[in-house]
């Protein structure tokens, strides 16, 4: 199967080179379609000091079908849901724009630039959005809350296990099936 | 060769008939539409069209068949592959990105061809015409195969995939996201759009078949002067050159081959002799004005203070608003404090507070009652419609049956379906008339217009009953003669109907009691879901 063997190249890619600012693992080990990623919040940005899950499913026909990319942990941020979903608005993962060359390298690197750059004008949270724009003191404010609140320590994977199968529409080759409410 | 003038300019003899007075507005170029604006008289295609004269409400369409959809775009295709000298799977892209507006696509790109492929997605480099290739020590970058002798395929950009990756990843654009015009090579951020050839090259049967369905939807889709026959299973396409701004005096009803009869200025079935602008209006209020609101009309007053809704629920006119508090009695809705002793009776008729609130409950009421009137009459054709529909597919047996009992041929029962057709086009004229008359403001044409509603109405209802008749009955020759004369009256009487309408409308002599104005662009939006 092309997907397998693309994945373990990409995989190998990761962690003898691992991008910076991204710690690569998988959940388990005998499947490849489901990453976790820890991401440390950028330098210089109100998420620096935080450790944000992401959870990146594929689908089996990957990488024809685009990744699905969420937050596992809860963030403040125009582009993504606020929510325990933690979907996010990211053009690249739209299945019109999706090109199989693309490598999940420069889709996590697109998702760390996102909190480097939010996208107002372009939200997924438009309340946010326009605290982002209009009042950036108070968004600052509320974004370092939420990193405090939720970014620190350990990621609960757990936690956004159920939020990102319901993202993936169940189509996917996910081993689990974790029932717990998403609360 | 001007296959493209044949397009537009079928409805110019036409339109110059009907707006004598509109010659300003032609040149205002609407922003939408100003991609058929094409010089418009084209004497030539009058012979076609014009051997008899017309009814003020016909419009000039045509309508074609899979394969002239096909050859339209061959011709267009073959005439810019000549005229630019580029080959014809470049051309098809581009005269798709420039929404086959050939002559605009001449214009520019003999100004700044580089810019014009560029936005098109397509390469200057006149490298050879992209093939399979297996090359030595090649490495796909999608699937990461390596092994010797791999089949490859790169477009003019080089970006080369190993072939199943590129048949798969055609695949997934072709059956799962049903694209087909602008599917681009599978490197990131590269621009070059696959061509028909390319494509042909690397898959199945099946998926050019598909693939070549979505590109004459997109045809189709891409040019305002054609749309699809909303009928289902019918692949048929109908063109005419109704432009948005023609909608407020004419209503461009066409018909399919297939018999389907719809609007082409909006998306509705046929509405005439209703412009879109009220059809969209009247279908708005009439999914508003839903039972509820009907009931709440019908059985409540609104207080006179705060005018809340109010349903009275016993029997004393000594009503106390439990929002506000305000006192007043039901039966003149006047200040309770006015009534004195007297409120059984109340005989308070004077009373200044109780004129001007039952001024405004009756006006409320009567603008309801105007509604429900035409509603009723607009719901009740439109259900007789749908009966008389039933009815056609037992007339088909009635018909049967006839010849059996009575002897007649098949050709002397074909009254019944002319009936029948002829029933459920009046109903469905009728129908909309109310929903028209329910805009029109009192005047002496609509005091005519409802006077040819009346006749058609008439002409409807006893050509119904008649064609009710069991079937003993119908073998009457009586009975025969008289159905087809009332046919044929109904008919004439809507096209009389139809006519007066029209010709008032594209006069612009109506009055509506309504803003009246232009907001239903014709719907070919692309990327409209409504036929995969």
Sequence with gaps: MSASKRLTKELADCTTNSPPGMHISLPDDSNLFKWHVILDGPAGTVYAGGRFGVVVQLHENYPFRSPTVTFATRIYHPNVTNDNLGNICLSVLKPENWKPAVKLVSVLEAVRNLLVEPQPDDPLEARIADEYKNDRKEFEKNARAYVAQYAKGAVNWEKAEAGAAAAAGGATTSTTTNTTSAR | MDTDDDFMSNVSSEEEDMMPDDSDNDLSGDDDFDFDDEPDPDIDMQQDFGQKKKAAYDITFKVYQPQDIQKQQDDLIKEVNMILDINKEEAAILLRHFRWNKERLIEDYMEKPSQVLEAAGLSESSAEAPRLKSIPGFVCDICCEDEEGLQSFALKCGHRYCVDCYRQYLAQKIVEEGEAARIQCPSDDCNLIIDARSLDLLVTQDL???????????????????????????????????????????????????????????????????????????????????????????????????NSTIEKNGGCNHMTCRKCKHEFCWMCMGLWSEHGTSWYNCNRFEEKSGTEARDAQAKSRVSLERYLHYYNRYANHEQSARLDKEMYLKTEKKMVQLQKESGMSWIEVQYLNSASQALQTCRRTLMWTYAFAFYLARNNLTEIFEDNQKDLEMAVESLSEMFEKPVQELADSKLKVDIMDKTSYCNKRRVILLDDTAQNLAEGRWTFNVEFTNPTPISNTKGSSSRR
């Design chain 2, 208 to 306: 050019t078949d598909r693939y070549h369905k979505l590109l004459n939807r997109t045809y189709v889709e891409d040019r305002d002067s054609l749309k699809w026959c909303p009928a289902p299973d019918c692949q048929n396409v109908v063109e005419c050159g109704i432009k948005k701004k023609d909608l407020t005096r004419i209503v461009p009803t066409v018909a399919c081959l297939c018999s389907m009869r719809f609007c082409f200025g909006c998306p509705n079935e046929d509405h005439q002799p209703a412009p879109c602008d009220l059809v969209k209006k009247w279908l708005k209020k009439c999914a508003d004005d839903s039972e509820t609101a009907n009931w709440i009309s019908a059985n409540t007053k609104e207080c006179p203070k705060c």
